[in-house]
């Protein structure tokens, strides 16, 4: 199985900063990479595919980048809706597998 | 609008079953692999299982096969996990989410339901 590996599993911030999440996978997996935001009790949201394409009505503050093992997600001004935890999953092959997540928080 | 919701949680016993469903709408349900995603209590996600729209292919999480069976119904846009022989492990919120692309990739998730195993 691939793993995916987050850094850092956590990270505080400020409202108005800018973050980067740092995605690693343990094999090439091309631009096979989603990014989810996860707020407590909540079900995920899909924020990014194929590495840097946002999903429909996701706002342009986060952005994605990468391509076979490094993977990048940053959230730029951070707003007090952004806190919450984040996921990478790699799709390019069986089983899919999630990253363990990285909590953001203020 | 997509919407899945998720239904079918609840208590059960180890080795005991537990059938969940999904209700699907606002798109092609026919046209869509789906997949089944769990989180137990304050961990990660984890994939458990999918199936492509005309149910040619099915994939299982290596935690799960041999024990949860995957289906669904087209004319009833409805997916389902039935899950049997039940672990304490298994205890999780479940999922239903569309795949698009490969399948894997997800794009709409439901609000899930929760599985919980213990005597």
């Known amino acids: 199985d691939i793993q995916m590996t987050q850094s850092p599993s956590s990270l505080s911030a400020s409202v108005g900063d800018r973050v980067t999440i740092t995605c690693r996978a343990s094999?090439?997996?091309?631009?096979?990479l989603a990014w989810f935001q996860q707020k407590p009790g909540k079900a995920p949201k899909s924020l990014i595919y194929a590495a840097s394409s946002l999903q429909s009505g996701v706002p342009s503050k986060f952005s994605g980048s990468g391509s076979g093992t490094d993977f990048t997600l940053t959230i730029s001004s951070l707003q007090p809706e952004d806190f919450a935890t984040y996921y990478c999953q790699q799709y390019n092959s069986y089983p899919p597998t999630f990253g363990q997540g990285t909590r953001l928080e203020i | 609008e997509v919407q899945l919701v998720e239904s079918g949680g609840g208590l059960v016993k180890p080795g005991g079953s537990l059938r969940l469903s999904c209700a699907a709408s606002g798109f092609t349900f026919s046209s869509s692999t789906m997949n089944w995603v769990r989180q137990a209590p304050g961990k990660g996600l984890e994939w458990v299982s999918s199936i492509s729209s005309s149910s040619s292919y099915i994939y299982y999480a290596d935690s799960v096969k041999g024990r949860f069976t995957i289906s669904r119904d087209n004319a009833k846009n409805s997916l389902y996990l039935q899950m049997n022989s039940l672990r304490a492990e298994d205890t999780a919120v479940y999922y239903c989410a569309r795949g698009t692309g490969s399948g894997w990739e997800i794009d709409y998730w439901g609000q899930g339901t929760l599985v919980t195993v213990s005597s």
């Open positions: 094999q090439g997996i091309s631009n096979y």
